[in-house]
């Protein structure tokens, strides 16, 4: 999610469409969120390892 988002951000700011760039910063703030709780060791999505 967190490469989906920097994804969308720089498509976003290359072709000039705000709502990319604002999709792509919310699924970069919620990706980056998940990752750090994952990383407390916090279930993720009802599961604590994703294989």
Do not use: C, D, E
């Not at 999709?23 to 919620?30: H, K, P």
């Not at 998940?34 to 999505?45: E, K, S």
Request: aromatic share 12%.
């Amino acid at each position: 999610m967190i490469a989906l988002g920097v994804l969308l951000v720089i498509l976003g700011l290359v072709f000039a469409v705000p709502v990319l760039t604002y999709v792509g910063v919310v699924a970069l703030v919620i990706g980056a969120v998940f990752w750090l709780l994952g990383a407390l060791g916090h279930a993720v999505g009802g599961r604590r390892v994703w294989y």
